[in-house]
């Protein structure tokens, strides 16, 4: 008797997780706010002081190379050899790892709010999903919020780096991480 109410409350568990499921499929676990960088001043030198920079450095190596002979022509051909041997070699290999897929698309150029999809990891086994978010942009974007639904908790992603956090700012590209685990759930 107690093995046919175990298997009656396992059932009923299942049942209902997976009503908890549908329901949560047509909604969103959540959102990540996010905004363009603010773009900033970077000193420069003008075209003509590169120019200038470049003629001198120029200058400088001629003069060094008719200094030391060929020793430094020599010394130079070598490194460039190693360089392209060790270039070739490594990056001759097939790619062992394929990056996750992008779950939260950051892709306003204007900044916006993502939606952080549902996960049927939230509801069955661990009871959370690691999401990657990626800056489909074309300029950099800093993650100015991230929330979830109640019942629903954000907690660092062990072993996966950056953490999506308020205040990251991802450039063209860079992709995050946010964990989030169901806390609502009677265990």
Not at 80 to 104: F, K, Q
Not at 152 to 168: Q, S
């Amino acid at each position: 008797m107690k093995q046919v109410m175990l298997g009656a409350r396992g059932s009923v568990v299942a049942v209902v997780g997976l009503l908890v499921a549908q329901g949560a499929a047509a909604q969103s676990m959540g959102s990540v706010s996010y905004a363009p960088l603010a773009a900033s001043n970077v000193p420069t030198m003008s075209e003509w002081g590169l120019i200038g920079m470049a003629v001198l450095l120029a200058l400088a190596a001629y003069h060094a190379m008719r200094a030391q002979g060929g020793r430094a022509l020599k010394a130079w051909t070598t490194g460039l050899l190693v360089c392209g041997v060790l270039s070739a070699s490594l990056w001759n290999h097939p790619a062992i790892a394929t990056p996750p897929p992008v779950e939260i698309a950051l892709d306003q150029t204007t900044g916006g709010v993502a939606s952080i999809p549902h996960s049927t990891d939230l509801f069955f086994g661990d009871l959370f999903h690691i999401y990657t978010a990626q800056n489909l942009t074309d300029r950099a974007q800093r993650v100015t919020g991230v929330s979830v639904i109640s019942g629903l908790v954000v907690l660092p992603p062990t072993g996966f780096t950056p953490e999506c956090t308020v205040g990251l700012v991802l450039q063209p590209n860079e992709v995050c991480y946010i964990k989030v685990y169901n806390d609502s759930l009677p265990g």
